[in-house]
């Protein structure tokens, strides 16, 4: 297991840009799938984007397709999700999440989360 911890939220315009950090503690953590889930306010947590070890494959809830994207930096033992031209429905709880690949995303560790507000 690793321990996560997020960084990078905050509160922002429609259209704005926002890159959020997810920094793993532990050797272990270029054999973990890693992804970002979201919570908003009364709706079930959702898996936003995923990515394998290796950074050769990703997934991507439709809703953010074209404008997020995740990646990886196993040197710094550290996932980024930026995302682009935000919504007010992309407000939510974001939560970083390891896993032993990408369809397991969730069954490992979890971090604190952070709060990216979007306004309209």
């Known amino acids: 297991q690793v321990q996560l911890v997020e960084s990078g939220g905050g509160l922002v315009q429609a259209g704005d840009s926002l890159r959020l950090s997810c920094a793993a503690s532990g050797r272990t953590f270029g054999r973990y799938a890693m992804g970002w889930f979201r919570q908003a306010p009364g709706k079930e947590r959702e898996l936003v984007a995923g990515?394998?070890?290796?950074?050769?494959?990703?997934y991507y809830a439709e809703s953010v397709t074209g404008r997020f994207t995740i990646s990886r930096d196993n040197a710094k033992n550290t996932v980024y999700l930026q995302m682009n031209g935000l919504k007010p429905e992309d407000t939510a709880v974001y939560y970083c999440a390891s896993g032993s690949g990408i369809a397991a995303l969730g069954g490992g560790s979890w971090g604190q989360g952070t709060q990216v507000t979007v306004s309209s």
């Open positions: 990515i394998s070890w290796s950074g050769s494959s990703t």
